[in-house]
């Protein structure tokens, strides 16, 4: 009988260790390759927003993004790609409403923010879209530009947010888009790569903020660690 306990013991010690090993691998961040016509990024996906990070790791495993553009382009702000519609799109075709047949619920986390390299999904507006849902393909790259004190304290009064000093700081030497937390899902950053944000962001653009010339995309998810060679 004393036996037989300590087998039930035992096996409860292993099930609670394969537990805890299964969500450690789940809680651990996924790497992606950007590669573009300006150059190339490495960029972390966060696993505080698994819906829309394992949405965005099935579409790049099924290379959805490989040769779509970055569409939309503003300089001090961010560059947007991701519409299926633009990988064959013809010259001064006007482009940003194509997506999948789905959204992605908002998954807003207040330590993830709008520095400079962030990465986060596209959506329709306020209006129409209350619940703040994400596009399900179209995503944004934050270029931004530095904020005063002064600045942020009107973004926090008029969209009813609170900055946090640690974002403040960031926000103050780094830059980003301040104005857009909490009401974008954000769900990744560029670790490497950063100026190949401010080349596209500044590309030469027409009326509709798409670049004259095409930036295509090609994005590839990273083995564990591989992305440290690029670091």
């Known amino acids: 009988m004393r036996n037989f306990f300590y087998l039930c ?8 260790s394969a537990s805890k090993n299964a969500n450690t691998k789940s809680s651990q961040n996924e790497y992606v390759k950007i590669e573009t016509d300006s150059g190339t990024m490495i960029a972390k996906l966060y696993s505080k927003t698994p819906l829309t990070t394992n949405n965005f790791v099935k579409l790049v495993k099924k290379h959805f993004y490989d040769g ?10 961010m560059i947007q790609g991701g519409d299926p519609d633009s990988r064959h799109a ?5 482009l940003g409403n194509g997506s999948l047949k789905y959204t992605i619920p ?4 207040s330590s993830l923010f709008h520095e400079k390299g962030a990465m986060a999904m596209a959506r329709e507006t306020n209006d129409i879209n209350p619940k703040k849902a994400s596009s399900s393909t179209q995503f944004y790259i934050v270029e931004g530009r530095t904020f005063t004190d002064v600045e ?3 973004i926090e009064e008029q969209f ?8 403040r700081e960031i926000y ?10 909490m009401n974008y899902t954000v769900f990744g950053q560029v670790i490497s790569g950063l100026d190949v944000i401010d080349k596209i962001a500044h590309a030469a653009k027409d009326r509709n903020d798409r670049p004259l010339h095409d930036i295509k995309m090609k994005i590839t ?5 591989e992305y440290r060679k690029y670091l």
Request: with cysteine.
């Open 9 to 16: 013991f035992l096996a409860f010690l292993i099930s609670c």
């Open 68 to 77: 779509l553009l970055f569409h939309r382009v503003e300089k001090g702000f």
């Open 90 to 94: 013809k010259a001064e075709q006007i």
């Open 106 to 109: 908002a998954e807003f986390d």
């Open 152 to 154: 942020m304290n009107r």
């Open 160 to 167: 009813h947010i609170k900055i946090p000093e640690n974002h």
């Open 172 to 181: 103050k030497t780094i830059g980003g888009a301040p104005f857009l937390d």
């Open 221 to 225: 998810l990273l083995k564990r660690n």
